[in-house]
């Protein structure tokens, strides 16, 4: 991570050792990139077509009335066809949900337009500072180990693969590259409303605590570190993991235990148990329903089934 205010002179380490990543096999097929037209994102196109990567661009257009999606579309519209970079725009044609706030809803629009276009994989921009502003968004929603750290520089989110180049640089380093190309970009107004709780972290804690960025990426890597090693141990302590049915081995810890069965319900339902269901779910021979469609029973000490 450049902590210099250098402009960066290498690119990240998905591209300087591609097998770190696991990557799948390099097919020549051009890898498409997110393209909001903000700094970072348009830093990531631009480099990685200089990398000699071929790339195309998706873009999504939110189409919210109080920001400046239309701009934005016709900026990366002219960017791409002066570096002849294959684009494709989405528009959003959905009503937000009552129960869904603007950037939950504004996210899954936009991942679903990706899943559509973006043969199955993906780069994003985020950076370190992304990283560090996420790590404090999931601890006020009470995440464990898994969910601190599954910001990483490859994961799947909605059955795509995702690669994010840039988590060892800043935003200050993409917009340090972007200037001394002479290359523009656009400023998301969205970025300034403190009632989003990004923006809130964003401009007061990462703003006024100048070493917060680095200082929760080490934490990070250090909580990465050991959430593999978990997930090592639980991977050996389960005999077992079927659509119908969990088995662990005997004398399983009740950390394992727990990690195995919310690993368990969220790969194969997709449901996050509440605090309350996992107790239940520890007691011997309970039946839980978790979901209206969804019913386990703890049938023996190391055995839960659907029924």
């Known amino acids: 991570m450049s902590e210099t205010g250098a402009t960066p002179t290498a690119w990240p380490s998905f591209l300087r050792s591609p097998t770190r990543m696991r990557l799948p096999p390099n097919d020549g097929a051009p890898w498409p990139i997110g393209l909001s037209g903000g700094a970072d994102s348009v830093a990531l196109l631009c480099r990685a077509q200089e990398a000699g990567l071929p790339v195309t661009a998706l873009h999504f257009n939110h189409a919210f009335s109080d920001e400046n999606g239309d701009a934005e579309e016709a900026f990366v519209r002219e960017l791409c066809a002066a570096r002849h970079i294959p684009l494709t725009v989405g528009r959003c044609t959905e009503t937000q949900p009552a129960n869904e706030s603007k950037e939950v809803f504004a996210r899954r629009c936009r991942f679903a337009f990706f ?57 200050a380093d993409q917009i340090r590259w972007l200037k001394a190309h002479r290359i523009g970009w656009m400023e998301d107004v969205s970025n300034g409303d403190l009632t989003v709780p990004r923006n809130l972290i964003r401009h007061t804690l990462r703003e006024a605590l100048p070493t917060f960025t680095s200082g929760a990426n080490i934490s990070l890597d250090h909580l990465t570190e050991e959430n593999r090693f978990l997930a090592e141990l639980t991977a050996a302590a389960t005999l077992s993991a079927a659509d119908h049915h969990l088995r662990l081995k005997e004398g399983t810890s009740p950390v394992l235990m727990r990690r195995a069965l919310r690993g368990w319900l969220l790969k194969r339902f997709g449901h996050t148990p509440t605090r309350r269901q996992m107790t239940l779910l520890e007691t011997p021979q309970a039946t839980v329903m978790l979901t209206p469609t969804l019913r386990v029973r703890h049938t023996s000490p190391t055995l839960w089934e659907t029924l």
């Open 115 to 171: 899943a559509k276009y973006a043969a199955g994989r993906v780069m994003l921009a985020h950076h370190a500072d992304d990283r560090a502003e996420n790590l404090i968004l999931r601890l006020m929603r009470g995440c464990g180990l898994e969910g601190l750290t599954s910001f990483g520089e490859a994961s799947s989110v909605a059955g795509l693969r995702v690669v994010r180049p840039l988590l060892d640089e800043t935003h």
